[in-house]
Every structure is written in C-alpha cells, then in structure tokens.
C-alpha cells in the first residue's frame, strides 16, 4: 500500500531527526547509547519532531513491540489512566522496561494527571513513559516533576529547506528551488505541513505550488499576493480561509515574508505595526478584525 509522505519519511533514527539544540542531541544520543531512558516530556510546537523522536526512541532501544503502550490523551480520560495505563505498566514486560507513550499530554484532565503521578512512582522500576505536548502551561507542576523535559525548537529553515529537496529527489519530482522555499515558507515552522504541501503538489511529477490550492493552504496563497505587494487581496485570503487558531501565525508568517514585498516603502515601520498588533491580539474579542486592521496599515506603506 502506497505510504503518505508524512508516515514515509518520518525519521526512523534519532540519528534521522532535525534537533535544533546539541545538548539535546547530545542526551538522545547518549539515551541509545545506554539502551536507557527517563521518563521524558516532550514539548514543542506543531511538526517539530516530538512524536518523531518518541518512535525513533523506542526503536533504537529495541524495545519490544508488546512492550509499548500508545494513549491519545485528547481521547482518553481518567478511565484509561486507571484501567489501560495501569493494567499495562504493573505487568511483566517481554524486555527490559516497558514504555507508555502519551501523546497530547496537555489534553489531559487533572485528576487523571494526580493518578499518573502515583502510578509513574509505583511502576518506576518497570515501566518508562514518554510525553508529547505542545501547551505546557496544562501540566500540573507535581507531574512535570516526575519528567525530564525537553523543549523542541524549530529547526532552521535552511535545514528544512535541504530535508525538503532530498524528500522530492527520493520521489523524482522536479522542482524550482524558489518554488521550494515558497513551499517551506508557507509550511515553517511545521515540517509535517511543507511535507503535505510537498505531496499534494507533486501529483504531476513536478513541484507545482499554486494549482489546486485547498483554503487550508492560505499561507501559500497568500506568497504571491505579498511579493506583487497586494496587500488587500491578502488581506481577504487570511480573512475567508485561515481559522480562528490559525490567525496568530499571522504576524510571524508576515514578518519572516515582508522582504518578499519590493513595493514595501517602510519596512522598519512595518515591522513596528506587525509587533503591535501581535502584542494586542490576545487582548481583543475578535482576532479576525484584528489581523484585518493589521493589513489596511500595511496597504498604507505599499
């Protein structure tokens, strides 16, 4: 059965993962080493490399297949802390330790958080758990305590960028390197979005970015309406096709993209508009307004 890319290339080493930070390349590579892990949480934003490094993980320990445990956290509720996670963390593993992976750890209620950390303590000489989360500010400090956390930064865009290409080389799709980078723009800091992005613009066999552009994808549209300095289209993009999530990301995608704009008259101000209006986002009742405001002013210096 053909593979979606994400799943394809998905990191099957820890030695295959982009991390940011050597000290924490350092501390897997040392995690392997050993054949030994703490318990660990792993936070970072979306697409940076957490679930990646949970699999890898477990797939350099040799742990066995019967020995790991998967819980969806934004699924589970108190019941699977204390029937499945229980049930399988007390039982004899097949190898050295068994491994729960808790994925969504942020979705996690407070009373199932109290239960796991009683459990983390029982099970601690059998029993190891990995974390992923992307809001931190949700655990409980007891239970942090019982982790070793890692924070996962994005990696560089030049890292991406080169990941990208060996991706669409490995497929024998053709490419433009300026097309790519649009494509990693439009995808950064999330490196599962630029491989979907990727995908659904290679059905041809080469890399086409701009045909078939689903409403999900407005940061790729959005692209060519900035470097034709088209601020009021851009405007409308964002405002019909990017969710109410989504519209934070709206401040940093245009600051890392305003030199793509050569009708930008003054980008030192333009930058100061961006920094105030992402300052006072949180603080208003309607965010979609808010970015809207934003890209008047920014048509104003155009």
Not at 224 to 245: D, F, H, M, W, Y
Not at 259 to 272: G, S, V
Request: charged share 30%; aromatic share 8%; hydrophobic share 40%.
């Amino acid at each position: 059965m053909k593979q979606v890319w994400v799943e394809k290339y998905r990191p099957k080493h820890v030695a295959d993962v982009i991390v940011s930070n050597s000290r924490e390349r350092a501390d897997f590579d040392q995690y392997v080493k050993d054949q030994e892990i703490p318990n660990l949480l792993l936070q970072g934003g979306p697409g940076t490399g957490k679930s990646s490094v949970s699999l890898a993980l477990i797939r350099d320990l040799n742990v066995d297949r019967s020995d790991v445990l998967k819980i969806n956290c934004s699924d589970e509720k108190i019941e699977a802390m204390r029937d499945k996670v229980k049930n399988f963390a007390m039982t004899m593993s097949v190898g050295k330790f068994k491994v729960v992976r808790l994925e969504e750890f942020d979705y996690l209620g407070h009373e199932a958080q109290a239960l796991l950390r009683d459990l983390i303590e029982t099970t601690a000489s059998s029993c190891r758990f990995i974390a992923t989360c992307n809001y931190i500010n949700k655990v409980t400090p007891p239970l942090r305590s019982r982790f070793q956390e890692v924070i996962f930064s994005s990696p560089s865009k030049d890292e991406v960028l080169i990941k990208a290409a060996e991706i669409l080389e490995a497929e024998q799709v053709e490419f433009n390197i300026d097309d790519l980078e649009k494509v990693v723009a439009a995808g950064y800091p999330d490196f599962r979005k630029v491989i979907q992005i990727l995908e659904k613009g290679s059905k041809s066999g080469k890399l086409i970015i701009n045909s078939g552009a689903a409403a999900s994808d407005w940061k790729l549209q959005l692209l060519p309406l900035i470097e034709a300095g088209e601020i009021n289209q851009a405007r409308k993009v964002v405002c019909e096709s990017a969710t109410k999530e989504e519209l934070i990301d709206v401040y940093r995608f245009l600051y890392d993209n305003l030199y793509r704009c050569k009708k930008l008259k003054q980008q030192d101000q333009a930058i100061i508009l961006i920094a105030q209006y992402q300052f006072q986002h949180a603080q208003v009742y309607d965010p979609e307004l808010q970015v809207a405001a934003l890209f008047i002013e920014l048509a104003a210096l155009v």
